[in-house]
């Protein structure tokens, strides 16, 4: 079975200062990974993807993430928070199964930017 | 292009009563997901449907849960009859080759 950890409920950082977001993964086969936000009472945004390629993926808002697949990690990093990018996280791994694409997403992760 | 649409946003009823959501997915998306997200938690699929087939119900409390998707394009979600545990935000997405496109759910709260 295929499954997404997201190993921090919350990061703090503070304003300006690097952000990351730990992602780790397990499937069987080739990974299509994404990255999604949760702002308050809205549904899930996409910010970016991993299908094949290079393995740093470049995304909305200036975030970015690195595909590792010896580590099976997707972390989520951007170089200076913002306080607007206060949100929740979403990590999510596909597969293909069956002729269908299977979607799996982490807990969550809540990203707090302090001012 | 127009986005996921889904109605109602919110919906308050009384546990044992019956109620329905609706989705209207991206045109031409022929995959389309219900989620289930409980406050604190990551969105759980309750299913998925390929065109109007289902592909993956694994996780529908199929008890009480159903779900159609006529002709391919729009879904409804039911419940009936509801438990307080089924309070949550139900999330419509679809997709085109994996990545997801999601409404702004319906958040449904159980009394």
């Known amino acids: 079975a295929q499954s997404v950890a997201q190993p921090e409920d919350q990061v703090n950082v503070a304003e300006g200062n690097p952000l990351t977001v730990k992602c780790t993964y397990s499937v069987s086969g080739n990974p299509y990974l994404f990255w999604y936000v949760q702002y308050p009472n809205r549904g899930l945004q996409f910010l970016l993807k991993?299908?094949?390629?290079?393995?740093l993926v470049k995304g909305s808002y200036g975030f970015e993430a690195e595909f590792n697949k010896s580590q099976t990690s997707f972390h989520l990093k951007k170089p200076s928070a913002l306080v607007s990018d206060s949100a929740l996280y979403f990590c999510a791994v596909s597969s293909l199964r069956g002729g269908y694409q299977k979607v799996t997403f982490g807990i969550g992760t809540k990203l707090q930017v302090i001012p | 292009e127009a986005g996921v649409a889904q109605s109602p946003r919110y919906k308050i009823i009384e546990k044992r009563q019956s109620v329905a959501f609706w989705c209207n997915p991206i045109?031409?998306?022929?995959?389309l997901y219900w989620y289930q997200q409980i406050l604190g938690q990551g969105p759980k699929l309750l299913i998925q449907f390929q065109n109007n087939g289902v592909v993956d119900d694994s996780q529908l409390p199929k008890d009480r849960f159903s779900a159609e998707r006529l002709k391919g394009v729009d879904s409804t979600l039911k419940i009936q009859p509801a438990k307080l545990e089924d309070s949550a935000v139900y999330l419509c997405?679809?997709?085109?080759?994996?990545?997801?496109?999601f409404g702004a759910g319906t958040r449904l709260s159980v009394l």
């Open positions: 991993y299908i094949t390629g290079d393995n």
């Open positions: 997405a679809s997709s085109l080759g994996g990545q997801g496109h």
């Open positions: 045109s031409g998306h022929a995959t």
